[in-house]
């Protein structure tokens, strides 16, 4: 994933759940809180030129929405888990997105590490988005963000300083931004959908 050499990805199959209650009632049953949902959406990337081709615009527009209209800030994110396939034409796009919205933000302060569980595991299809989020909710427990496998010559086609982001390639700590970081988690659906789930 955001490497070089990346030319399609691989297929994989898995499983993951997870249980969404609303707050007040996690604290009422005692119930062991692993993080917050505390931004969602989804939209669809319109007419592409393909049907497995990423929208750019539509990927940014998203991003957009859910950090304006959850009232979060870019300042507070400490890492994003991307769709990250591996792919010539997807990887480039979806970091334009990310940085365009995103990374910039948080220029002069720091860079904006993402990456993908993709690169452990391959790509889950129906299941590819519970990794995701699998992934981004242990970042944000342990505070570690582990290293994108795999990665070692970034693809020409990002510009990684423009954007503003990177791509850990060692076991990285997560920023302390004074308490309440965010991960942010990026999925796509093969026909245009595009989600964005941000955890705290």
């Known amino acids: 994933t955001f490497d070089a050499s990346g030319n399609g990805y691989v297929r994989s199959e898995g499983a993951g759940a997870i249980i969404l209650k609303p707050l007040s009632r996690a604290l009422k049953d005692k119930d062991s809180i692993l993080a917050l949902i505390v931004g969602s959406g989804v939209n669809s990337d319109g007419r592409t030129t393909g049907i497995s081709l990423p929208n750019t615009e539509a990927q940014a527009a998203l991003l957009r929405d859910v950090y304006s209209s959850f009232n979060l800030s870019p300042a507070k994110l400490a890492y994003v888990e991307a769709h990250g396939t591996?792919?010539?034409?997807?990887?480039?796009?979806?970091?334009?997105?990310?940085?365009?919205?995103?990374?910039?933000?948080?220029?002069?302060?720091?860079?904006?590490?993402?990456?993908?569980?993709?690169?452990?595991?391959?790509?889950?299809?129906?299941?590819?988005?519970?990794?995701?989020?699998?992934?981004?909710?242990?970042?944000?427990?342990?505070?570690?963000?582990?290293?994108?496998?795999?990665?070692?010559?970034?693809?020409?086609?990002?510009?990684?300083?423009?954007?503003?982001?990177?791509?850990?390639?060692?076991?990285?700590?997560?920023?302390?931004?004074?308490?309440?970081?965010?991960?942010?988690?990026?999925?796509?659906?093969?026909?245009g959908t595009n989600a964005h789930v941000v955890l705290q």
């Open 86 to 191: 591996g792919t010539a034409v997807g990887d480039p796009l979806e970091a334009s997105a990310i940085g365009t919205v995103l990374g910039k933000e948080l220029r002069g302060a720091r860079l904006l590490h993402m990456g993908s569980v993709k690169a452990n595991i391959g790509h889950l299809e129906p299941a590819a988005g519970m990794a995701g989020l699998l992934k981004g909710l242990l970042v944000l427990r342990r505070g570690k963000i582990p290293p994108n496998i795999h990665f070692t010559t970034p693809n020409p086609a990002i510009d990684f300083a423009r954007l503003n982001v990177t791509v850990p390639t060692r076991t990285t700590d997560l920023p302390d931004l004074g308490g309440d970081e965010l991960v942010s988690v990026n999925s796509f659906g093969f026909g």
